[in-house]
Structure formats: structure tokens, C-alpha cells
T-cell receptor, first 113, second 112 residues
């Protein structure tokens, strides 16, 4: 059973398009995250939600909008995609807002052409 | 400004020998540290962690050492196995918060 699952795993799209990446966790966690791994392979947090409420919003363009319909889901919508948005996006979850161990999904490879 | 640094981008070790992966941090507020392992095309997998109240934590073949005064931690893998070949990320956080700050990763290659 996949604990943190995200879809799609691979996505190739044109500049200017709007796309979404979905994430679901079945661990019963109440905190979910989106991380971005850029071309230099650094993993950086984008957003964090606890019980459907936004608690971390790093410096991310407002073209990126997370949506959490419930505690088990955190979707990432990206509007007006740009070439620089090409990256691997990882969804993650943890127990509690200060959960010390964060569990990651397998990643979504986004390529903007 | 990288608060967590892994200065060795890669490391090659012979099977059966010890692998030592290093990590340095600059933020003295960090008090919880983790190591993640990542295979290609997969997400990072939690490996082992340590709180700042300890200087060593062991789990099977994996041991993490923390030197708070030097702001340095290391991961020891003994004995190393070919299946350990992966990218290892060091991460740090303030335990009261939930934001992990990652290092850039070290690619470990264990040769049979």
C-alpha cells in the first residue's frame, strides 16, 4: 500500500498551460506538504497544511495554489506554467504540525516546454 | 543561504566497508536532524533521526552522530551493501516547527 501517493508521476506540458498535481496520504496524518526539487537537486518546502489550514507558505509565485479538500489530500495547482517551473514536486505528510518524521510521495516530474 | 550543507556530492565505497556521509549546518536553532535515502525516480525515504539531546543514535547498520559544538552530523553505514547505493539527504528542523531544511545530497555508490 502506497502511504503517500501523487499523480501524475510524469507530466509534460506547454508554457502558459494550467496543470494540477494531486496528492493523497493514507497514514492518518494531519499535516501535508509540497516540496520542490530543482535542477540543482535541492529539496525546498513550498507549502504546508495542517488540518486543511495553510501554515507554511514559502516564497512561491502566486501562480502556485495548494488546495486541501480534507486532511488526506493536498493538491497543487499551477497556473500559467513557465519553463522555470520544470522540476520534481514531492508531496509529503507528517503527524502533527510539528511532526518530526515526514514521509514523502514518489514525486511528480513536471517538464514545461 | 544554505543552512544545511553536504559538501561531498558523491562517495564511493567498497562493499563491506564503512560509508561515512557528512553534513554541516549553520542554524543553531536546529534541534532535530534526519537522514533520508533516495533512489532514482522515487521519493526520499526516512532512514534515521537524532535529537539534539543525544550525540548518537543507532539503528542496525546505520548510526548517526551529532556534534553540536561543531554543528556537524554524520551517517555511518557498516557494513555497506550494494543496495545502499542511493542519494542520501541530510535534513534539519526546529522540533517545534515542521519545516525541514535539506542539504544538497550525497550520492553513495557501494561497489561489489
Amino acid at each position: 500500500d502506497t502511504a503517500v501517493s501523487q499523480t501524475p508521476k510524469y507530466l509534460v506540458t506547454q508554457m502558459g498551460n494550467d496543470k494540477s498535481i494531486k496528492c493523497e496520504q493514507n497514514l492518518g496524518h494531519d499535516t501535508m506538504y509540497w516540496y520542490k526539487q530543482d535542477s540543482k537537486k535541492f529539496l525546498k518546502i513550498m507549502f504546508s497544511y495542517n488540518n486543511k489550514e495553510l501554515i507554511i507558505n514559502e516564497t512561491v509565485p502566486n501562480r502556485f495554489s495548494p488546495k486541501s479538500p480534507d486532511k488526506a489530500h493536498l493538491n497543487l495547482h499551477i497556473n500559467s506554467l513557465e519553463l522555470g517551473d520544470s522540476a520534481v514536486y514531492f508531496c509529503a505528510s507528517s503527524k502533527g504540525a510539528a511532526g518530526n518524521t515526514i514521509y514523502f510521495g514518489e514525486g511528480s516530474w513536471l517538464t514545461v516546454v | 543561504d544554505q543552512q544545511v550543507k553536504q559538501n561531498s556530492p558523491s562517495l564511493s565505497v567498497q562493499e563491506g566497508r564503512i560509508s561515512i556521509l557528512n553534513c554541516d549546518y549553520t542554524n543553531s536553532m536546529f534541534d532535530y536532524f534526519l537522514w533520508y535515502k533516495k533512489y532514482p525516480a522515487e521519493g526520499p525515504t526516512f532512514l534515521i533521526s537524532i535529537s539534539s539531546i543525544k550525540d548518537k543514535n543507532e539503528d542496525g547498520r546505520f548510526t548517526v552522530f551529532l556534534n553540536k559544538s561543531a554543528k556537524h552530523l554524520s551517517l555511518h553505514i557498516v557494513p555497506s551493501q550494494p543496495g545502499d547505493s542511493a542519494v542520501y539527504f541530510c535534513a534539519a528542523k526546529v522540533s517545534a516547527g515542521n519545516m525541514l531544511t535539506f542539504g544538497g545530497g550525497t550520492r553513495l555508490m557501494v561497489k561489489p
